[in-house]
């Protein structure tokens, strides 16, 4: 028994899906170009203070790190 595949000109013709032709990618289009865009839409300032709301976060923590080493190594040291 011999394996028959259809030649590249048969298989084009029927892998294509006729909803997903120019017409399809036309309507898809502008609903991409917008989801791309809506990010464009925040302000560089909200941006900024959202970096800003980051790094005063940031430095909160770093000071409860420094808080619980102190008291962590004042353990230790009471131990001994």
């Known amino acids: 028994m011999e394996i028959v ?5 048969e298989r084009d013709c029927t892998d294509k899906n006729p909803h997903l ?3 399809y990618m ?3 289009r502008p609903l991409l170009e917008e989801n791309v865009r809506h990010g464009a839409d925040k302000p560089r300032a909200g941006k ?7 790094l005063e976060e940031n430095a909160r923590l770093r000071g409860l790190v420094v808080r619980l080493s102190s008291i962590i190594i004042k353990s ?3 131990r001994k």
């Open 5 to 9: 595949y259809p030649s590249h000109r």
């Open 76 to 78: 230790i040291a009471d």
């Open 21 to 23: 032709g120019d017409d």
């Open 26 to 28: 036309d309507d898809l």
């Open 48 to 54: 900024a203070n959202d970096v800003l709301a980051l």
